[in-house]
């Protein structure tokens, strides 16, 4: 091309009619491709709902069967009505694991702020995961906290991203294993709270630890693998680290347990 | 006389559970599946405790309750049923005159709990 074609007026014009043209239909993409994503969205949003009723029908019924409500059960019979209850609470703690990552992408989560101490949380969580912990052997302990300032934060997200740490350390920690919570301020002033759940079992591969946070990743996502879940948990938990300005990463390596971190700012502003 | 609960849900799978259990558990069952149809229930029999669906058919749940209110035949406690734990929802309830909001399903014998609790 001479010089002379590249000043020429019309072929400019030519040039920039079709440079328009093509950022149309990008744009046009986009939207397209936008407004499909968010049909997805909202029908995952639709059928999860829809599946909680049948569901907790489900659920009721045999919880009256095994209360013995309707007349004594024998013991395989009440066996069996047990495995009803708990497969479907397993099942129903899916949906509402999907439903929350929906409403989480779906911009649909708003903070309620409080001010409350994390300390008493992360003992919350503890005391609820204990059965848990103890049907493996496991002990959770907490190893300071004691005197924190409080933070302004949501409470019942962090308690959400606590108990999905500390349900992924009892689910990937063999029996006898050791669960530990250590909070500590951190920054030049202490401006956030850093958060840690650790574990001492089977660890992640370093060229994992970014999968892990992805939705719907599973390091082992065969149909035999060892642990079910919906690969939302840690999605799920960024999401609600980062609306409150937080960040969250882990630090394992396979066969030496994984440590989870998060931060809070304990400078947020008040409301 | 045993209580009476009115249970306003637009499911028959859920409603026929809660049949049974609050039958068996010993109280006086009554079931309306829309806003017009619990507000003409809970008129003709005022029940000491209504089971609330947020979401109905018709309209909100809520919308039974202040019916009910402003007839003068409110229940006892009214215990709202929602599928959503979020701060915003139990606000809207406890402000509309709900007793308590409760996260559905919860296990029956929580359930059973909640409602002994208003009644004593």
């Given at each position: 091309?001479?010089?002379?074609?590249q000043?020429?007026?019309?072929?400019?014009?030519?040039?920039?009619?079709?440079?328009?043209?093509?950022?149309k239909?990008?744009?046009?993409?986009?939207?397209?491709?936008k407004?499909?994503?968010?049909l997805?969205?909202?029908f995952?949003?639709?059928i999860?709902?829809?599946?909680?009723?049948?569901l907790?029908?489900?659920?009721?019924h045999?919880?009256?069967?095994?209360?013995?409500?309707l007349g004594?059960?024998?013991?395989?019979q009440?066996?069996?009505?047990?495995?009803?209850?708990?497969?479907?609470?397993?099942?129903?703690?899916?949906i509402?694991?999907i439903?929350?990552?929906?409403?989480?992408?779906?911009?649909?989560?708003k903070?309620?702020r409080?001010?409350?101490?994390?300390?008493?949380?992360v003992?919350q969580?503890?005391?609820?995961?204990?059965?848990?912990?103890?049907k493996?052997?496991?002990?959770?302990?907490?190893?300071?906290?004691?005197?924190?300032?409080p933070v302004?934060?949501?409470?019942?997200?962090?308690?959400h991203?606590?108990?999905?740490?500390i349900?992924?350390?009892?689910?990937?920690?063999?029996?006898?294993?050791?669960?530990?919570?250590?909070l500590?301020?951190r920054?030049?002033n202490g401006?956030?709270?850093?958060?840690e759940?650790?574990?001492?079992g089977?660890?992640?591969?370093?060229d994992?630890?970014?999968?892990?946070?992805?939705?719907?990743?599973?390091v082992?996502a065969?149909?035999?693998?060892?642990?079910?879940?919906?690969?939302?948990?840690?999605?799920?938990?960024r999401?609600?680290?980062?609306l409150?300005?937080?960040?969250?990463?882990?630090d394992?390596e396979?066969?030496?347990?994984?440590?989870?971190?998060?931060?809070?700012?304990?400078?947020a502003?008040r409301e | 006389?045993?209580a009476?609960?009115?249970?306003?849900?637009?499911?028959?799978?859920?409603?026929?559970?809660?049949?049974?259990?609050f039958?068996?558990?010993?109280?006086?069952v009554?079931?309306?599946a829309?806003?017009?149809?619990?507000?003409?229930?809970?008129t003709?029999?005022?029940?000491?405790?209504m089971l609330?669906?947020?979401?109905?058919p018709?309209?909100?749940g809520?919308e039974?309750?202040?019916?009910?209110?402003?007839?003068?035949?409110?229940?006892?406690?009214t215990l709202?049923?929602?599928?959503?734990d979020?701060?915003?929802?139990?606000?809207?309830?406890?402000?509309?005159?709900?007793s308590?909001?409760?996260?559905?399903?919860?296990?029956?014998?929580?359930?059973?709990?909640?409602?002994?609790r208003?009644?004593?």
């Open positions: 091309m001479s010089m002379s074609d000043l020429d007026p019309a072929a400019l014009k030519k040039r920039l009619k079709a440079l328009e043209a093509q950022a239909e990008a744009q046009s993409t986009i939207d397209e491709l407004s499909r994503d968010s997805k969205t909202q995952l949003s639709n999860s709902h829809d599946l909680r009723t049948p907790a029908a489900i659920i009721t045999a919880e009256i069967l095994r209360d013995g409500m004594e059960l024998n013991t395989k009440r066996e069996s009505v047990r495995g009803i209850v708990n497969g479907g609470q397993q099942l129903l703690d899916m509402d694991e439903l929350t990552y929906v409403r989480s992408e779906g911009d649909q989560i903070l309620a409080t001010e409350f101490s994390v300390t008493e949380v003992d969580v503890r005391m609820l995961n204990q059965p848990l912990a103890a493996k052997n496991l002990t959770i302990e907490r190893l300071n906290g004691d005197d924190l300032p302004y934060a949501d409470r019942d997200k962090l308690r991203v606590l108990g999905n740490l349900g992924n350390a009892i689910k990937f920690t063999p029996d006898g294993g050791r669960i530990w919570i250590s500590s301020p920054g030049r401006e956030e709270l850093l958060v759940v650790g574990d001492n089977r660890g992640i591969a370093r994992h630890h970014e999968l892990v946070f992805r939705e719907f990743a599973q082992d065969s149909p035999s693998r060892p642990h079910h879940g919906t690969g939302l948990g840690l999605a799920i938990a999401r609600l680290v980062e409150h300005d937080g960040t969250i990463w882990v394992s396979l066969g030496k347990g994984s440590r989870f971190f998060f931060t809070v700012p304990l400078d502003p | 006389m045993a009476r609960i009115l249970i306003v849900e637009d499911s028959t799978l859920v409603t026929d559970a809660f049949r049974i259990l039958t068996e558990t010993g109280y006086d009554d079931v309306a829309t806003v017009a149809e619990a507000i003409e229930r809970g003709a029999n005022t029940a000491d405790i609330l669906d947020l979401s109905l018709d309209g909100s809520l039974v309750l202040e019916a009910l209110r402003e007839r003068g035949v409110p229940p006892r406690a709202a049923m929602t599928g959503h979020d701060a915003k929802t139990r606000r809207t309830c406890l402000d509309a005159g709900c308590e909001v409760l996260l559905k399903p919860l296990p029956i014998g929580d359930l059973l709990r909640h409602i002994q208003h009644l004593g």
